[in-house]
């Protein structure tokens, strides 16, 4: 699915911000401003354009990171707010269109080579998954992060410097959303202000689906994956039934996504409760 790839990598990099007990709701937002940064990037070369849309992705995390982190504004208003600066100046970058690069784009051949019928980006985002699954589980900055979110005021009595911890986690979130915002331009051979509607929560819906609570402090990296490939069956499904003659139109598909998410989460709700009572 066109989606699944650039889903995947920002629900990765919301595991860590979620985790920590913050939210990012600007990852579709740096998304699609990558991808305009690294069309607009791309006569200069492929290597230029990857690097420029990483990077930008990277300093919008830092950003929302120092925002939430130092300033210690809530990880919602911040984030809500990059998104919707992000959208305007993602149009103004365009020029009020789109930034076409050519088939023969160095990145776009990247993006459709494929190695045994495994598409090779499919298995550069594994690499990330699995590194990413690691720091999680395997490293000090993994269990810092679920300390953070698990009880901050713990945290920083432990000696913890939190403020870096958020620091960290957005900017690891912006820079995996800044590489879907690039691998989407190499799919699509267009930087489109208006793509990736609505991937923020379809990617943190994939987080909260995987078991990771939305207020942090528990998590796992393989059912975030797990919880991607579970919502692209479900609107694969949607899809399908769209194309057997039972009509369902794009807003009623919304209206069943939406659904879909809430009882995901109320469910998450009801267990944790459950789970509290009985300790």
């Known amino acids: 699915s066109q989606d699944l790839i650039c889903i995947g990598l920002m ?18 937002g740096i ?5 305009i940064v690294a069309g607009l990037l791309a006569p200069a070369g492929g290597l230029v354009a990857l690097l420029g849309g990483v990077v930008a992705g990277l300093i919008l995390g830092l950003v929302n990171g120092a925002l939430v982190g130092y300033l210690r504004l809530p990880s919602f208003i911040v984030t809500l707010t990059m998104l919707m600066a992000l959208r305007g100046l993602s149009l103004i970058m365009a020029g009020k269109g789109r930034v076409p690069v050519d088939s023969s784009f160095s990145l776009v051949v990247f993006y459709n ?10 298995l550069v985002c594994a690499g990330i998954a699995i590194i990413a699954s690691i720091a999680y589980t395997r490293t000090s900055f993994g269990t810092h992060v679920l300390a953070v ?14 403020e870096r911890i958020q620091l960290a986690v957005f900017a690891l979130s912006g820079t995996l959303s800044g ?9 699509t051979t267009t930087g489109n202000p208006l793509e990736a509607q609505g991937w923020e929560m379809t990617a943190i819906a994939a987080v909260v689906l995987g078991g990771t609570l939305l207020t942090g402090g528990k998590g796992s990296m393989w059912a ?3 919880g991607v490939g579970l919502l692209a069956i479900t609107f694969q499904v949607l899809n399908y039934v769209n194309g057997m003659g039972i009509e369902i139109n794009t807003y009623l598909q ?4 939406g659904l879909f998410i809430l009882v995901v ?3 998450q709700g009801v267990l944790l409760l459950r789970q509290r009572s009985r300790t």
Do not use: E
């Open 149 to 162: 979110g698990g009880d901050r005021q713990a945290a920083q009595l432990m000696g913890m410097r939190v």
């Open 113 to 122: 080579t494929r190695i045994w019928l495994i598409p090779l980006v499919f």
């Open 11 to 28: 629900a990765v990099g919301a595991t860590f911000v979620i985790s920590a007990g913050d939210i990012d709701l600007s990852l579709a």
């Open 254 to 257: 919304n209206v069943i996504r």
């Open 179 to 187: 590489l879907a915002g690039v691998f989407l331009l190499a799919k």
């Open 265 to 267: 989460v109320v469910v």
């Open 224 to 226: 975030t994956v797990a």
């Open 31 to 35: 998304c699609v401003t990558s991808s």
